[in-house]
């Protein structure tokens, strides 16, 4: 008698599966909201709410910068952004191909002409974001080389590669700026880091050296406006006093105003500039003797 029963059911629950939940989807509505409660199902779709933090990259930070950022936002330790997008400075050439960093170029095309052996230096990209409490570090990598993309038109790289620039080099040189320049969002023209920036791209041209203390201040990790004559003797192709041409990596993570600049330079006479001690006035130069003379009337 038990056995029957017991075969009845499993009959009847082979003959629900054939017959109702494998066309449950063409039931009238009625009828599956009738099936739901008897079988205890929620059809209405469940909304999860992760929450969400607000993180800021500023421009200018370099990669280890925005690490220690990242982990004093108690989001993620220091050394796992920098394991992922390589670490700042360092030439992974060294090192065997499987501990290069992260390449990110199948996905974006502008990562294309950056050496894979060097870190993503420069393409992080600073702005306000919106994680989710179960974001990874990757996921915020993603969203800053996203905006990188998306701030970079086309127009932009057509331009680029009209002046026999590659991208990489336009972010060295961006992120030049980015140190070297101030930058008054309120002037629309930009004008005094187009300037530099002219100044900058001059200098490569005629093969003479950038001498940038920012570049410098990279390689040292200080923040000083000016270095020491032992300092400005160091081998390192960081030194841009020392060694003609672009540093090797970009030095920080320029914003869209230190690209734009490093895109769309303004010709001038000028070939030397300083900024006045606690100031940002900018002071141009002609030739060396009038920037030795605004040395002297302005960095005191």
Not at 36 to 49: C, G, M, S
Not at 200 to 227: E, M, P, V
Not at 236 to 254: D, E, H, Q, S, V
Request: proline share 6%.
């Amino acid at each position: 008698m038990i056995t029957g029963i017991v075969v009845c059911l499993l009959n009847l629950r082979s003959i629900y599966r054939v017959l109702v939940v494998s066309n449950e989807k063409n039931l009238p509505e009625s009828w599956r909201r009738a099936i739901a409660k008897v079988t205890h199902q929620d059809l209405e779709p469940k909304v999860v709410f992760k929450p969400e933090q607000t993180i800021q990259v500023l421009e200018g930070w370099n990669e280890r910068e925005i690490s220690q950022y990242f982990e004093g936002q108690g989001l993620w330790q220091s050394e796992e952004l920098l394991e992922l997008v390589g670490f700042p400075k360092y030439d992974y050439r060294q090192e065997k191909a499987s501990n290069w960093p992260t390449d990110f170029s199948g996905q974006y095309d502008f990562l294309k002409d950056k050496p894979k052996y060097y870190s993503l230096e420069g393409y992080l990209f600073p702005d306000t974001y919106r994680i989710h409490a179960s974001s990874t570090v990757k996921d915020a990598v993603f969203k800053m080389l996203d905006n990188f993309d998306a701030k970079l038109t086309p127009k932009m790289r057509q331009d680029i590669k009209a002046q026999g620039h590659t991208i990489y080099q336009t972010v060295i040189m961006a992120s030049i700026l980015e140190k070297e320049a101030p930058f008054n969002p309120s002037d629309k023209d930009n004008r005094d880091a187009r300037l530099i920036a002219g100044i900058f791209w001059n200098r490569l041209k005629i093969g003479q050296a950038l001498q940038s203390d920012a570049t410098l201040s990279y390689w040292f990790g200080d923040k000083n406006a000016r270095h020491s004559g032992a300092q400005l003797e160091t081998d390192t192709l960081f030194n841009t006093y020392k060694y003609p041409g672009l540093p090797p990596t970009p030095i920080c993570n320029p914003g869209l105003l230190a690209l734009q600049a490093a895109i769309y330079p303004l010709d001038s006479d000028y070939n030397y500039f300083l900024t006045p001690t606690g100031g940002r006035q900018v002071v141009f130069a002609k030739t060396y003797e009038e920037h030795l003379a605004n040395k002297a009337k302005y960095l005191k």
